[in-house]
């Protein structure tokens, strides 16, 4: 039996910038046979280089242990993903309860998966708008879009070639494109995969960006970026929690990493990064509808992002009310984290803010059509929803707004019988808008009689 620490894998994290131009896309490449294995300083620095140059703020490395031998936070993940999926908290998103022919749970391991992975590139892409959060005061009747959400980008023939403080239009911009995650951080990956073949040969691999069987943030903490925070997110000290996470899983057996001095170059070498939460619960005492039911373990079923990304037809009544004014997706247990106080800002090019979507106006959700939608979230992970699902989001905020100005609207879809999602939405809006207006009524004195005076 080897010890534990046989198995600790090569956890220096390059702390990054994005480079300052939007990078050709990459083109899928697989090649089946192994290579030898590499040098190690070689493959650290080069990982981290071609991380670097591909736009991500962080980078690291984490070993795919065999089963039953690798450290106790991956031999842990089988077991609770397992009985994750068994207690029913992935909800209806079926893709993560995919089994192999031995019935075994392909996202509890990567060795069930891609039985010839070995190794994970973990590279994150910091997405920090530094705008304002969903709990600071907003102007009345804006709903909230999460900030995953507001990225852009724009073209270069855009800007005209000119930097924008020469240009005679610089104070209205045109409105960024719409850039979405997955495929940002997607063809950054396969540059990479692409420029370590050049260096390295060939050999077995795949990029991925939420969709492929990988525990993204388990493989993250194991390549030292950060730890796992109660509110299930992956922390990293200096950057906070708002990064996206990409993974290049390959069959190279990269080797472990040595203890060795940190410079001012590589942050966290020679350990995991321990658990900074200490004794805080910000995050679970702040989810509106008590999703993190224990620490780092979350119900889908009850989670605002679940319910106004994924879920599909009507939303549990009784998780309604608490919803709020969210949209599309939840930051909350992330905005109350300690460590997102002084995240640095995203100054990535291709994660830019898209300014209108900050606050939006409930109003002008509610009057786009598929025209509308399109022109606006094609590209961006909005497009999720379909604008059925959007509208249905909006008219539960609308609800919950306590602004009857909305009736008219809310009617209007209640009537509707071609979405009978929206107008059962629509319904309840309408009714919790009548019951707060009620019990407004009730609570107002009644003006004194003439008589009286
Ligand atoms: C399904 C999914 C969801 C689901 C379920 C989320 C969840 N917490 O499981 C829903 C739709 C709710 C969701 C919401 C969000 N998601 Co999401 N989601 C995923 C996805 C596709 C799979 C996650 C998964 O397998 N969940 C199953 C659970 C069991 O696994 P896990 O959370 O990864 O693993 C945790 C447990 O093992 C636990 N754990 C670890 N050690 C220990 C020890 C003990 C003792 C215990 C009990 C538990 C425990 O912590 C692990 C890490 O979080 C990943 C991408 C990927 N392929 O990994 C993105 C991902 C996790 N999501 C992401 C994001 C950005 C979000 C949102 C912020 C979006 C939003 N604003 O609305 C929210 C955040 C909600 C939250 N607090 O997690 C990012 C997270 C980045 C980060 N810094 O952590 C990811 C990695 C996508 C990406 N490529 O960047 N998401
Ligand atoms: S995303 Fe929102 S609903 Fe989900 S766990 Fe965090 S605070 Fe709770
Ligand atoms: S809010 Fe507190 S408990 Fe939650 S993730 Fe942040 S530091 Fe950890």
Same mark, same amino acid.
């Given at each position: 039996m080897r010890a534990l620490s046989d198995f600790? $894998?090569?956890?220096? $994290?390059k702390m990054i910038e994005p480079p300052a131009r939007r990078g050709q896309r990459g083109i899928e490449s697989m090649e089946t046979s192994r290579t030898a294995v590499p040098q190690r300083e070689g493959v650290e620095e080069t990982v981290a280089r071609l991380a670097r140059e591909a736009g991500f703020s962080l980078s690291g490395i984490a070993a795919v242990p065999e089963p039953g031998e690798g450290p106790a936070a991956l031999e842990g993940f089988a077991a609770r993903f397992s009985e994750w999926v068994e207690e029913g908290c992935?909800?209806? #998103?079926e893709y993560l309860k995919r089994r192999d022919e031995e019935n075994? @749970?392909?996202?509890?391991?990567l060795r069930v998966a891609l039985?010839?992975?070995?190794?994970v590139i973990v590279c994150a892409a910091n997405y920090n708008a530094g705008r304002a959060k969903s709990m600071d005061p907003s102007s009345e009747g804006s709903g909230w879009i999460s900030r995953y959400a507001w990225t852009g980008y724009r073209k270069e023939e855009e800007r005209g070639g000119l930097?924008?403080?020469?240009? #005679?239009d610089a104070a209205a911009p045109e409105p960024l494109r719409p850039s979405d995650y997955h495929t940002v951080l997607l063809a950054r990956l396969k540059r990479m995969e692409i420029a370590l073949k050049e260096s390295m040969g060939p050999f077995e691999s795949r990029s991925y960006v939420d969709?492929?069987? $990988?525990a993204e943030r388990v493989y993250a903490r194991q390549a030292g970026l950060g730890w796992t925070g109660k509110n299930t997110c992956l922390i990293n000290?200096?950057?906070?929690?708002?990064l996206f996470l990409g993974v290049i899983v390959t069959a190279l057996e990269l080797p472990p990493s040595r203890a060795s001095i940190p410079n001012?170059?590589?942050?966290?070498?020679?350990? @995991?990064?321990?658990?900074?939460?200490?004794?805080?619960t910000r995050c679970i005492d702040a989810c509106p509808t008590g999703?993190?039911?224990?620490?780092?373990?979350?119900d889908a079923r009850l989670c605002i992002s679940y319910l106004t990304?994924?879920?599909?037809?009507g939303i549990p009544e009784p998780l309604r009310a608490q919803?709020?004014?969210?949209?599309?997706?939840?930051d909350i247990c992330q905005e109350v984290?300690?460590?997102?106080?002084k995240a640095p800002r995203s100054t990535d090019p291709e994660l830019? @803010?898209?300014?209108? @979507?900050?606050?939006?106006a409930l109003e002008w959700l509610a009057e786009l059509d598929a025209e509308g939608f399109r022109r606006l979230?094609?590209?961006?992970?909005?497009?999720?929803?379909k604008l059925r699902g959007l509208l249905r989001n909006v008219a539960i905020a609308m609800g919950n707004?306590?602004?009857?100005?909305y009736l008219p609207r809310l009617e209007k879809w209640a009537a509707d019988d071609s979405d009978p999602v929206l107008a059962e939405a629509a319904q309840w809006a309408i009714g919790r808008l009548r019951e707060a207006s009620e019990a407004i009524t009730e609570l107002t004195p009644e003006p004194a009689s003439p008589q009286a005076y």
């Open positions: 600790t $894998v090569t956890r220096k $994290v992935a909800a209806e #998103m075994r @749970l392909l996202r509890s391991s039985p010839w992975a070995r190794s930097p924008d403080s020469h240009r #005679m969709t492929g069987p $990988v000290q200096e950057m906070g929690s708002w001012g170059d590589w942050f966290d070498q020679n350990h @995991l990064a321990p658990d900074r939460c200490g004794s805080c999703a993190l039911v224990a620490p780092r373990q979350l990304i994924e879920k599909r037809g919803i709020g004014r969210q949209v599309f997706g939840c984290c300690p460590w997102n106080r830019a @803010l898209r300014e209108e @979507l900050v606050n939006p979230f094609k590209y961006s992970p909005l497009s999720r929803t707004s306590g602004l009857r100005r």
